[in-house]
Nanobody, 121 residues
């Protein structure tokens, strides 16, 4: 009922920047929390950044000061600005949205298909 489409990934050199976008579409009654996760080869999926409805944001220690999460509630879009990228940031990045798809439906999590970010010289 809710679809997420990520974009903005690609190949970038260390120290470079990328901006990821995630657009939510479909039957959306309301959007709650939005965030970005990533998963590299052989590792568990981890939370990178989150933006909660109440206004609070949170970042993984490894990306603090380099990444910035933002959202546009009118466009149902969440962004992840990534600066000073490092090889360790290489991973598939997934958008996660907690949303209600109907007036009487409960909030649930929706996931994007993932977008590859590769940081290499």
């Amino acid at each position: 009922q809710v679809q997420l489409v990520e974009s903005g990934g690609g190949l970038v050199q260390p120290g470079g920047s990328l901006r990821l976008s995630c657009v939510a579409s479909g039957r959306i009654f309301s959007l709650k929390d939005m965030g970005w996760y990533r998963q590299s080869s052989g590792k568990q999926r981890e939370l990178v950044a989150s933006s909660k409805t109440g206004g609070s944001v949170d970042y993984a220690d490894s990306v603090k000061g380099r990444f910035t999460i933002s959202r546009d509630n009118v466009k149902n879009t969440v962004y992840l600005e990534m600066n000073n990228l490092k090889p360790e940031d290489t991973a598939v990045y997934y958008c996660n949205v907690n949303a209600k798809s109907g007036t009487w439906e409960l909030n649930r999590d929706y996931w994007g298909q993932g977008t590859q970010v590769t940081v290499s010289s």
